[in-house]
């Protein structure tokens, strides 16, 4: 059972440099989240999608992009990256918007842009 | 838009204490309500949730919490604590939209 999966786990990154991070779960799970976790703050949403070829904005879009084209994919773009990004990144995938389900997260992604 | 409010985001602890974390939350549609927990380097795992039914909630680990509504209040507990409880503990409210709306975090600390 590999459910979600993000990579890498760790990267470093020089401001201004594009970089991607990638998310894939293996149940078909119909909505995925992008969240950003820093002290004091918890975790923030980026951006969701509820299905493929739908996204919207979250709480802390600017400065990202994402994209869904396949139900099972969701990466997460920083277009130009600022050292403010320097963050743990968590996908989640949900089943649907029924009150009994919740998320299942990933292991998240430990950014850092120098 | 939904909010999550967390209260003494440091606790410590020994170890065979009480814990109650409280959780207050702000939403104006049906609530759903999640206790995640986050061990040390480590991705959120559901502790336990509130959709429906009995307002008092048992989850894994011996966690349960009660959802008193009008409080407006999801708060955790758990009788005894043990070392391996050492963790950061999330309150969070889903929306219509099926987004989680997470609060800041409790650090607990429980000490052998």
């Known amino acids: 059972d590999a459910g979600i999966t993000q990579s890498p786990r760790y990267k470093i990154t020089e401001t201004g440099r594009q970089v991607t991070l990638m998310c894939h779960q293996t149940?078909?799970?119909?909505?995925m989240f992008w969240y950003r976790q820093d002290l004091g703050h918890g975790l923030r949403l980026i951006y969701y999608?509820?299905?493929?070829?739908?996204?919207d904005k979250g709480e802390v879009p600017d400065g990202y992009v994402v994209s869904r084209s396949k139900t099972e994919n969701f990466p997460l773009t920083l277009e130009s990256a600022t050292r403010s990004q320097t963050s743990v990144y968590f996908c989640?995938?949900?089943?649907?918007?029924?009150?009994?389900?919740?998320?299942?997260f990933g292991s998240g992604t430990r950014l850092t842009v120098v | 838009a939904q909010s999550v409010s967390q209260h003494n985001h440091h606790v410590i602890l020994s170890e065979a204490a009480s814990l109650e974390l409280g959780c207050n939350y702000s939403y104006g549609g049906t609530v759903n309500l999640f206790w995640y927990v986050q061990y040390p380097g480590q991705h959120l795992q559901l502790l336990l949730k509130?959709?429906?039914?009995?307002?008092l909630v048992k989850g894994i680990k011996g966690f349960e919490a009660e959802f008193i509504k009008s409080k407006f209040s999801f708060n955790l507990r758990k009788p005894s604590v043990q070392w391996s409880d050492t963790a950061e503990y999330f309150c969070a409210v889903k929306d219509g939209n099926n987004r989680l709306a997470f609060g800041k975090g409790n650090q607990v600390v429980v000490i052998p």
């Open positions: 509130y959709f429906s039914g009995d307002p």
């Open positions: 989640a995938s949900s089943e649907g918007v029924q009150g009994g389900y919740g998320y299942t």
């Open positions: 999608s509820a299905a493929a070829d739908i996204t």
């Open positions: 149940w078909s799970h119909s909505y």
